[in-house]
């Protein structure tokens, strides 16, 4: 595939989704039940408007069936299904298209999710790729009857377990998704929506607080301070803005965010995503906090020096302010996470260090925990 973005200073091939794939593959295996001859290249429009041509792998031709796969690329992307086969086959039923899922894809276990709980896991923007790809051979043709698709990836059920498939609830396999039919690499899209998918399936079953960690070391510390709330927890990574976007949007009414004063410092500050390749301020925010406490100007201008957030703690706990500029920080962190919901909902938040023994807690973080508790 010869279409490219760019990334900060960098040109990075773009790639075609597991969606992509499924529909070629279908429309292809159709093609080739219908025409009794085989099909080395498919081509296919995807939402995006882009137009691909597809590879035609492992074709195959029965009285009953036909089948092939197509390899995903992806790109630039460090996608782990990059390369992956997805195959469909495809047989004649009287009318209607009926699609349906094989080896290697996932199941939906819990509400919440694109599909319902008991269908497999191929999302519905695929299903109308296979759908309108189907219909476009019937047409080329004069088809008049239907068309039963099962998509199946042999290599899913072993790549799905280093997904995050079977936390959002979906088990067995790997997802056939995309909303465009393209990967643009190094893409927040996708893991905003995950984040989405796994928040959305707490709100369906019931829930009205959201919790929300940032990482493993946020993992570690529910594990030692709240397990009774880990499975609870949905992990934003670095999007702590998009994951308050999306706790307002499906209608939570707390939001409780969890994390290590590492990437929660520069919430002070109104970072709302904590990648070091949109911001840092981490030392920036100490120092505005720790002059509005008091510390000494002698200990402030050492913190630019620092790489690490524990080491501007170590910095300011010889100052006698040091419990006041965390307290000022707190306040901080608590008033732009207010500002960023629009006071839509109430948020708090958990900042820890176990380095120096430190938990700090906006001002009704304890009644959240207590009502996730009960």
């Known amino acids: 595939m010869n279409s490219f973005i760019y990334r900060g200073t960098k040109k990075l091939r773009c790639g075609y989704t597991t969606g992509s794939c499924a529909a070629g593959a279908a429309k292809a295996a159709a093609e080739m039940l219908i025409s009794g001859k085989s099909v080395s290249q498919t081509g296919l429009m995807t939402p995006a408007g882009i137009s691909l041509t597809l590879d035609v792998l492992n074709a195959e031709i029965t009285p009953d069936h036909a089948s092939c796969c197509i390899r995903k690329d992806s790109g630039d992307d460090p996608d782990i299904t990059g390369g992956i086969c997805i195959y469909a086959k495809v047989s004649k039923i009287p009318e209607g298209i009926v699609i349906t899922g094989g080896e290697g894809i996932g199941t939906v276990t819990k509400p919440g999710l694109d599909q319902p709980p008991g269908e497999y896991a191929i999302n519905s923007t695929p299903r109308r790729m296979i759908t309108e790809s189907l219909t476009d051979v019937a047409e080329k043709y004069s088809y008049s009857g239907g068309f039963h698709v099962t998509v199946y990836a042999p290599e899913g059920t072993e790549i799905a377990k280093k997904t995050y498939n079977p936390r959002i609830g979906i088990t067995g396999g790997i997802s056939v998704i995309g909303t465009t039919g393209i990967v643009e690499p190094m893409s927040s899209t996708a893991v905003i929506d995950t984040i989405r998918a796994e928040a959305n399936i707490h709100r369906m079953s019931g829930e009205d607080n959201l919790l929300l960690t940032v990482g493993n070391y946020s993992d570690t510390f529910m594990q030692n301070h709240f397990p009774d ?30 994390g290590h004063i590492g990437k929660l410092v520069k919430l002070g500050s109104g970072i709302m995503n904590t990648h070091s390749s949109y911001a840092d301020g981490r030392m920036e925010t100490f120092i505005a906090c720790g002059a509005l406490a008091g510390v000494s100007r002698d200990l402030l201008v050492l913190l630019p020096e620092c790489i690490t957030a524990d080491a501007a703690l170590d910095i300011l706990e010889k100052d006698p302010a040091y419990n006041e500029c965390l307290n000022i920080l707190t306040n901080r962190i608590e008033n732009y996470m207010s500002l960023r919901v629009k006071d839509q909902v109430r948020t708090a938040a958990v900042i820890f260090s176990d380095k120096h023994d430190l938990i700090l807690k906006t001002s009704i973080a304890d009644e959240i925990i207590n009502k996730m508790q009960t």
């Open 229 to 258: 709330l880990a499975d609870k927890a949905v992990m934003c990574s670095n999007f702590i803005g998009d994951a308050l976007d999306i706790g307002v949007t499906l209608g939570f009414k707390n939001i409780i965010l969890i």
